[in-house]
């Protein structure tokens, strides 16, 4: 028996941004050798007082249309970038995070833009992506900005349990990229630099380094056995995370980040890291939660 292969699925809405997410997706498809998922989801306009659901045959058959033309802009942008990669489409009538955690079930991984038309619009705007970063069964990959070309891939550690899968993720992607690996860990967060004046100043902060470069070392260690092809370079900063994060992105082609963790990636996608990172990032965006 042939084993089925968990495709990239990718939501498809007929906007730029979701063409770009179609074009990163391909192109990862064919590292991976695995097939292309297309989906777009709607859900039936209301109208009238009280709202009721539209239901005629014209604007059934008006938004089925629509989407097939989504699609199909789709299809020839992933065969623009990715001739040989298998591609398959779906349109579904359901709700954008029902339709998405739903097809993360069977994904490798989510690809969304980093904004939006129709179904999808305002997706990383509000609840949509967040639903998705909690609730999906996959990674989730939000495209924006440019990859630079040769740049590493850059993950953040927070050296906890939680990170395993971030740092997993990070480690095929630099390997099936022949890319560096830069591994970061910010150490100056609530842990440590507190509010409490008189406590950071009997704070050894040479020894907090010299702590947090030894748990940064353990926690890359087995993966650099398993990934001996990938050059990693670690950093430990005395920084806020969503500020060496965004910086190191500048020049990356790949940020990777886990959805929890301790210190300043606590709740990463429900405060400001998550916002910060998918509004403002330089490259795109893997949000990996743990297994």
């Known amino acids: 028996m042939t084993a089925v292969v968990a495709p990239i699925v990718v939501g498809v809405d007929g906007s730029e941004s979701a063409l770009d997410a179609v074009r990163w997706a391909a192109a990862e498809c064919a590292r991976h050798r695995v097939p292309l998922r297309l989906v777009h ?16 045959y014209g604007v059934r058959e008006s938004m089925a249309a629509l989407a097939r033309g989504w699609l199909e802009a789709g299809v020839a942008a992933a ?3 990715a001739p040989d990669v298998d591609v398959e489409t779906d349109s579904v009538l359901d709700g954008v995070v029902p339709t998405l955690i739903r097809e993360s079930k069977r994904a490798r991984m989510v690809v ?14 509000g609840s949509t992506a967040v639903a998705l970063a909690a609730h999906g069964k996959c ?6 900005g440019a990859a630079t070309e040769g740049g590493p891939v850059v ?7 939680a990170s395993e899968a971030a740092i997993a993720f990070a480690f095929e992607a630099a390997s099936t990229r022949e890319a560096p690996l830069t591994a970061v860990l910010s150490w100056t967060d609530v842990r440590v630099d507190s509010a409490f004046t008189e406590a950071r100043i009997t704070i050894d902060w040479s020894q907090v380094e010299e702590e947090e470069e030894r748990l940064l070392a353990q926690r890359l260690a087995g993966w650099q056995e398993k990934y001996p092809d990938v050059r990693v370079e670690r950093l430990v900063l005395r920084d806020r995370p969503v500020h060496a994060l965004l910086r190191l992105a500048e020049t990356a082609q790949l940020l990777v980040v886990g959805s929890r963790g301790r210190g300043g990636f606590t709740g990463m996608l429900l405060g400001s890291t998550s916002q910060a990172l998918v509004h403002h990032s330089h490259c795109p965006v893997a949000v990996v939660r743990p297994a």
């Not at 989801?41 to 239901?55: A, N, Q």
């Not at 993950?155 to 349990?161: A, L, N, R, Y």
């Open 139 to 144: 990674p989730v990959v939000v495209v924006r």
């Open 155 to 161: 993950v953040g550690v927070d050296g906890t349990p």
């Open 112 to 125: 969304l833009g980093s904004r939006g038309l129709g179904a999808f619009t305002g997706m990383l705007l």
């Open 79 to 81: 065969r623009s970038t």
């Open 41 to 56: 989801g709607y859900v039936l306009p209301v109208g009238g007082y009280p709202e009721i659901v539209l239901t005629s």
